[in-house]
Structures are given as structure tokens and as C-alpha cells.
């Protein structure tokens, strides 16, 4: 750790940051207001399908960059989860180098554009910043920094191709094509591997294509990062599940060296309640499948989804907040959230929920579904929620929801979206023999990633169950660091 | 990729093609599916791979056309391409030696049965097949049924082939004359609920292979979710094959119906649009 104070040191002593420092005083700095970011106005953009952040201008990235103090000590980045060197990318703003503050975050994080937009900041490095922890003021926004610089970076056709080593000709391949194994594969192919990576579904990209809407990410922004990969040397194949089109043993047999197991939290649960199996109720993954990854909203694809009018996600996280003003852009009157806590108590980004509000999203808090009852086809018409109330803390810290006895009542519903979390892909541990997983069948890894069995290496939501993206992509990257180790110290013995 | 090798039409909505998906090959058991995606804006549709040849590298389908998207495969020809196949899904069918199989097919569930019926009669039981459907233009596969069954009985509603009368009553003469060990039904979800009735009430063991809605086939969305037991199951990663004795059918009627008037909006859009 030491030896990252110093370089941190070093680097900050850098005459182009202490000509940068004292250009304004620290003093005036922190008197500066945080810049709000450009966005769709609530009543337009909940008709219509575009993103809703629209970034910042350049004037208003370079006034947000003077605000950061380049502090000695930069708490901000240990509240990254892939240690982004803060200070210096946003002082590159500062500076007016936009391409050299792009290349900075590059040097850690392989989807900056990505999770400029979708980390929960206000719970990772601006929580650190200096500003929350001492001051009691809104922090640095540097996650719109850097969606600002990797923006500017897309945008200005200049994009930087990591340098690659030559080519060792050693074959590895991970097994699905989310944003863990995109990160695993920038590295791996940095370092000269020879990269395949198998997707089960027909796109790339995870829960990136088919569960985070359009809205909030765009998928030309996912598809430019797999574009570079692809300019890199990183092999993509589709419509391949291992396990089930080759075992992973019919893999080796074809050369490959070792694997990456990055097959996400798929698999939806449900609250197994009477009348759930009801048409017109949905898992989130499914909804959201449907009108992400098929297209089934848009006139001319060919998957149907249902519309209703009073749409019902069951929920408070990430999830349920993409469903919900998903649900709302379709034309819902009625869309609502119903949660069993408090706002207080909601997983979702900070920023998700506001922006819901705006929308004129409806949420039923302190509420939970008992019950579903149907028309005589089958279809969902009304929910039956039972009030709650909150009680003691529990194992997660949260105040835990205690049902109100005899407060059930009626609400009228066409659709219902469950969105009460995600189970580990069972898959690739039921199909490879002696692969230890935990009892809720995530896949137990050591410090490098590796599982029991020696060859495979696992990340993302497979090891954590539902996670995020930059912890996703930060385990693809010390899976890869864990990976190169294993393999060289094989090639030596 | 899964170019189309050959074409061979059943009936006028009853379509065979042989499709190189060289991977699925290898791995298919008897009782597995995939899904198919034609073009960008295609939707994902499950197929029971109705046989394989692992040398040549392909699979088999048989499509019956329903809607949209079967008849934009069914009107492919030899050297198309099909966009996306993947596979192969599900559970394969458990296969063992019991004695006596009574196999039971309707309409285009015909195909499915033909790979199960074939390899029972493989692993050494005897197997009587009962085929049935609307008329003697919709039986398909009896040929081929035939080399792989010890008996077949045909039953058509209209009687213009076989005996007249429903898959059930040929069920009961099979019953009523052997003693049957194992039954599997496959064809339309209603075939399959009175079907299963049948052999209820005789207490034969039988196994049906659902053929719910679906979207991914991985288990990652839920849409294929039936109660089978009082439980819930994903017919694509649980299935397709459950205890037909314990499957709730009235349920699984009622969901096949979920797009039921879209499908049938976007079927006449598509029929007004493309010919006839
Ligand atoms: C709706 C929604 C909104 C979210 N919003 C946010 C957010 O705002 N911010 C944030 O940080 N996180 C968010 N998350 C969480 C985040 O998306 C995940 O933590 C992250 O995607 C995990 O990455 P992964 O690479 O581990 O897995 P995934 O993204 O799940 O990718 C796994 C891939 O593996 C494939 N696969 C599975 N099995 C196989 C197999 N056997 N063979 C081949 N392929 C296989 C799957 O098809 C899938 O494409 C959200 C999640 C959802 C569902
Ligand atoms: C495991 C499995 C194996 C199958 N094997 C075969 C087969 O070998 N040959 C064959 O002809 N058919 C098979 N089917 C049924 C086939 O998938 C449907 O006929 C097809 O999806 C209809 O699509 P469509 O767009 O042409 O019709 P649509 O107009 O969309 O629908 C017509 C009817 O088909 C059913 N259906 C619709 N969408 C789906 C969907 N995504 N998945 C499943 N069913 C749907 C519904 O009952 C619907 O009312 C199988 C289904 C399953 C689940
Ligand atoms: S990757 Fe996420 S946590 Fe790290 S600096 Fe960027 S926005 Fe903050
Ligand atoms: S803690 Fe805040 S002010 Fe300090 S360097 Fe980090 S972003 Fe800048
Ligand atoms: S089809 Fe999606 S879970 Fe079965």
C-alpha cells in the first residue's frame, strides 16, 4: 500500500498538477457549486425511449474538474472498486486534455463509458471524497466526469487500441460475455493470449444488452467497447452455451488453456405466492428480455409483450427501477413501485429512483404482494398487498418489514413485474464435476480468481451473487492477473 | 452458419429441414430442443431437434406452421441461412430398459416422439406407437415411426386414415390388450392432458414434453414456468419431460393463450403482406 502513497505522491507532485493547483485557490474551489447534469425533461422523456442523462458540455466538465482539491491523500479512490486514479483524470479535465484523461481511466477500468453511467457512485467513490467525508458537501460528480471522457473519447474518433504484446498463440475462452468477461478478455488480450469468449444468447454484452435499458445505456456504448475488443483480437461467439453445445472438457480437448467462468445471476426468482403463474405476470428478466434484447415494444420485430395500463413491479432495487420506467415509457398509466421497506431502505441508485419520481412513477412503499388474482382466461386483474411496517434491524442491517395483520386490499393490475432478485446461473456448476460452489450455489474463489478446479478461473455475479458492473469487470481483471500466473507457472514446470 | 441443407414438406403446414449446426449434432440426446432466431428483428422460438447425423454435421426439424415465425422458417429453401440456432436444450429424455412403452403422438408432436420412440426401442423394450391427428394429410412420420415401433395404431378424427376416432381411444385399445410399462405423450397441450388422463387411470407411469411459451431456453427469463407437483419448474432447463400424472395442463392451456391476440394480429398482418 505504501508504495502506492508514493506513486500517488509522486505523480501529484507532477509540475502539471502543481501548476494546476495553484491556478485557483483551494479556497475558491471548495465555494464551488457541483454542475447538475443535462437531461431529458421528465415528461418527454418518459414517452419516449433515448437516454436520459445527456452528459455534460465540455465548459461544465472543466468547472466540475475545478472543484476536485487534488487531494495529498485521495480517499475517492479507495471507494472505487477498481482503484481509478481520480484526482489525475479529472485534473487532465481541468487541463482541457480530455483524450489524456480518457487514457488515464483506461488504464483501469476497460468500460469507463459504461460505468460512467451505471456505477452506483454516490455508494463508491464519491462517498470517499473528500468533500462528503469532511466538508458535508456534495462530492466531486466524478462519475459524470467520466462518462464525460470516455464520451469525448468515443465521440472524437481518436479511440485509443491498448497496446498488445505479441501473440503467445495460448488459447483461452470465458464462458458468457458480460461485463466481467469483457474485462477479462481487454486484459488477457493485452497480454498476448489468444481470446475466445462463448455467449449463450445471441448478443454480447449481459445483463448490459438485455437487462439495463436504453435509457440509461445505450447499447452503441456497449457495442463501441466490444467493437475495440474486437480490433484488439478478442473472438466472440454466439448462440454457444458451454456446458450444454461443448462441456468444458470438449474445450480442452480443442486447446483452449483455461477458462474464465463469468455466466452472471440469471436466474430469476419469484416469491412463490398464490395466482403468480397468472398471464400477464412477469420475472423482470423476462420483461425487460423481451423489450431490450427482442425488441418486442418496436412495431416490426416480432416478439409480443403484453402493455397494460396499470403496471405493478414488485421490487426496490436497480431492476425494479428499470422496469419501472420502462413500463411507464410503454404507454402505463398506473406505474408503480411496490416495496416492503422504506425509500430509506431501497437498494436502487439514489439517482434511478429520483429520476422515477420525475417521471411520475407511483411508489406503494411499506407494501407486499400476498396474492394475485386472475380473470376467468387467466389474466392477472387485480393484487392483493398487505401493509407493512418496519421492525428491529436484521442480518443486512436494514430495518426488517413486518406484515400489518387484516391490512390487505385490492389493486387493480394488468401487469406485474417481480423484481425480487436474482439466483446464481446454475449451469456450469451442475455440468462440471468437483467445482465447489457456497449453498447458494455461487462458484467459491481463492485471491486470483481461481476455483477448485485448477483451470477455471470465475468472476462477476457468478462469485457474488447479483453484484455490479465495476465489481464485475474488476474480478475479470484479477481473474486475468490470476490466470497469466497459473499458465506460466504450467509452462515453466 | 446453419445453412439449410434439405427441405422436405409433410403437408402443406407440416415442413421437414435438415439444417449444419455441427456442435448440436455431437451433443443432442433424444428429447432435446433448440431455439431459433431468423434475422435481426426475429423472434426466439424452441424446436425439438427430431433427429441428428453427426458425420454429415446437422440437425433435423419439423416444423408445423402456427404463426409468424414458423412460416418465415418454414418458407426457407436449401442454401438460407438460418440466423441463430442454439442448443441443444433441455433435459434428454430418460432412457432405460422397462419392457413395454406405450408411445403416443399428435400432430407435429409427432416429431419430438420419433428420436424418444427410437431410442427405447434401441435400448431393447418393445414400443407401440399410437399416432393420431385431424386427417390422413396431417400424420407425419409413420414411415419412420414405423421402423422403430413393434406396433403402430393411426387414428384420425375424420377417420380418412387408421381408425376414427381420438389419440385416447387408440390409447385404451393398446391398454386394454397389453400390459404397459412406460408411456410418453407428445402433441398439443389438450392431447397431452386427456392423454395423461388415460393412463391415470390405469396407473401407467407417463412422461410429457411440454411445449410452453419460451423466450431464452436457458432458464434466465421464467416465461416457460408451468406447476408441475404443486411446484414451480422451468420447462426449459427442468423439462421439457416432467410426470405427466402431476403436470397442471389447465394452467399451461391457459398460458400458451398469453399472446394469443397479438400472434394472431401480427399472423394476419404477415399473411396480408408476404402472399396467398
Ligand atoms: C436490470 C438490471 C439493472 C442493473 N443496473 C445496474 C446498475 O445500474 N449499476 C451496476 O453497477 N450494476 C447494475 N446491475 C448489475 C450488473 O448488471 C451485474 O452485476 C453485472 O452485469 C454482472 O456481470 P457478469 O459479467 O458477472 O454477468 P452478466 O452480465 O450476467 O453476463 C453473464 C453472461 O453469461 C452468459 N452465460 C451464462 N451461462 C452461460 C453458459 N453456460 N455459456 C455461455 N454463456 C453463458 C449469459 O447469457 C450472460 O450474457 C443491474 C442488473 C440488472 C439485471
Ligand atoms: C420444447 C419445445 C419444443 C417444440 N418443438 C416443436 C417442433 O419440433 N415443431 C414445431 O412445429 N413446434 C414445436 N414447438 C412449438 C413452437 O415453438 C411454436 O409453434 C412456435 O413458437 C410458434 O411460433 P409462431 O411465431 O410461428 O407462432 P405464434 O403466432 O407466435 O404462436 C402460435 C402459438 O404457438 C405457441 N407459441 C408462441 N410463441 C412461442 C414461443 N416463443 N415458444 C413456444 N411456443 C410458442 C403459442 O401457443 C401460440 O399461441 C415446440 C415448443 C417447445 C416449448
Ligand atoms: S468506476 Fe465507478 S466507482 Fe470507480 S471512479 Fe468510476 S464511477 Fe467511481
Ligand atoms: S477526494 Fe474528492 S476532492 Fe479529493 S481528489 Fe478525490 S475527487 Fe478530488
Ligand atoms: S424460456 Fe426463459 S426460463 Fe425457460
Redesign the pocket.
Known sequence: MDTLKDFYKEERAKEWRAKLRKNIKTKDRLEFTRVEMLAQDPNVRNKNGDEVNLGLTEKLAVAEAQRCIDCPDPTCITGCPVNIYIPKFIKRIEEGNFLEAAKVLKETSSLPAV?G????QEKQCEEQCFYTIKLNKPPVAIGYLERFAADYEMNSGQASIPEISESNGIKVAS????????AWAADMAKMGYDVTL????H???????????EF??PNDVVDFEINNLKKMGVKFVTN??????ASIQDLRDKGFKAFFV?????LPRFMNIEGENSIGVFS??EY?TRINLMGAAKEDYDTPVSLGKNVAIIGG???A???VRTAKRLGAERAMIVYRRTRAEMPA?VE?VEHAIEEGVEFLNLNNPVKYIADEKGRVKKMVLQKMELGEPDASGRRRPIPIEGSEYEVDVDNVVV?VG?SP?P??PA?VKGLETTKWGTIVVNDDFQTSIEDMFA??????G????????G??RKAAAGMDKYIKSKLVS | MNKIISKEYFSEKVVKLEIQAPDIARRRKAGHFVIVKLGKKGERIPLTIAGADVEKGTITLVIQIVGVTSDKIASLNVGDEITDVVGPLGEATHIEKVGTVLAAGGGVGVAPLLPIVEAFKKAGNKVITVLAARNKELIILEDEIRKYSDEVIIMTDDGSYGKKGLVTEGMEEVIAKEKIDLSVVIGPAIMMKFASLTTKKHNIKTYASLNTIMV?G?G?CGACRITVGGETKFVCVDGPEFDAHKIDFDEMLMRLNAYKEEETIAYERHCRSHKH
Open positions: 460505468c453511467r451505471v456505477c452506483p464462458v458468457g460475455a458480460g461485463p466481467a468477461s469483457l462463448f455467449e449463450a444468447l448478443e454480447i454484452g449481459g445483463v448490459l444488452k438485455y437487462g439495463i435499458p440509461r445505456l454457444f452455451i458451454v456446458g450444454k453445445t463469468a455466466s452472471g445471476a440469471g423482470a428478466n425487460l432495487g436497480n431492476t427501477m428499470d422496469a441508485r434511478e423484481a436474482v446461473n449451469l456450469i455440468s468472476g462477476g455475479d457468478i462469485v457474488r447479483g453484484a455490479t458492473v465495476i465489481l464485475a469487470m474480478d475479470g | 431464452d436457458t434466465m
